[in-house]
């Protein structure tokens, strides 16, 4: 874990506290959290669970790189990027972004552009278990 940046995939509960304790720091007025969870329904059909599979040497490192992103674009303090591996089940935390700046507008930018780069970037891929069956999510990235 370098000081401002922490990046972590676990098969264990994301802890929203610590992720949140992490980024916290006295010279930032703005703090900003985004927590993707496991709903129970996708296009119609009922989910019972997800998976999470990864690559994670390679994910981790991508990771890092767009945490290292929004420090040098937005100008924020520190960057936590949490992501689950393996089972999921419905309202259980999937993904944690936090970031921390100055200022609010900068944090909502960062955590926003981390969201979005991880799902194009990071080698997670998502598996949706249906009540009569299960595919995976999306080929990429």
Not at 21 to 26: G, I, P, T
Not at 34 to 54: C, K, M, P, S
């Amino acid at each position: 874990m370098m000081e401002h940046i922490w990046v972590h995939i676990s098969d264990r509960s994301l802890s929203l506290d610590e992720a949140y304790d992490f980024v916290l720091d006295e010279s930032c007025g703005g703090n900003c959290l985004f927590i993707g969870t496991a709903r129970n329904q996708n296009q119609g059909e009922t989910v019972t669970h997800l998976d999470f599979e990864t690559y994670e040497k390679m994910a981790l490192s991508e990771m890092r790189g767009i945490a290292e992103e929004c420090i040098q674009r937005f100008g924020v303090r520190k960057v936590a990027i949490l992501h689950r591996s393996g089972e999921v089940r419905q309202k259980e935390k999937a993904v944690i972004i936090a970031v921390s700046g100055v200022h609010r507008a900068e944090c909502f930018d960062a955590c926003r552009h981390a969201i979005d780069r991880l799902k194009e970037r990071v080698p997670i891929w998502k598996k949706e278990f249906l009540l009569d069956g299960s595919h995976w999510v999306s080929e990429r990235p």
